[in-house]
């Protein structure tokens, strides 16, 4: 079991590279009105996510 799953993340390694990559990309820290629709876009983005990942039911 262990060695599937390393050998998953090993095969997947440049795939979550590249998500986080795109998630760092997002202004997303802040309490600036002007920075709203960052902040927005980036849970938009992250809900997304989590659906592509099996999830039902994920809420922004």
Do not use: H, Q
């Not at 590249?18 to 990309?25: A, C, T, Y």
């Amino acid at each position: 079991m262990m060695k599937e799953l390393l050998e998953y993340i090993d095969g997947n390694n440049n795939r979550y590279l590249n998500e986080l990559v795109d998630f760092l990309k997002y202004p997303s820290v802040s309490t600036r009105e002007r920075n709203k629709k960052d902040v927005l876009d980036c849970a938009n983005w992250l809900k997304n996510n989590i659906i592509s990942s099996g999830f039902e039911t994920v809420e922004v």
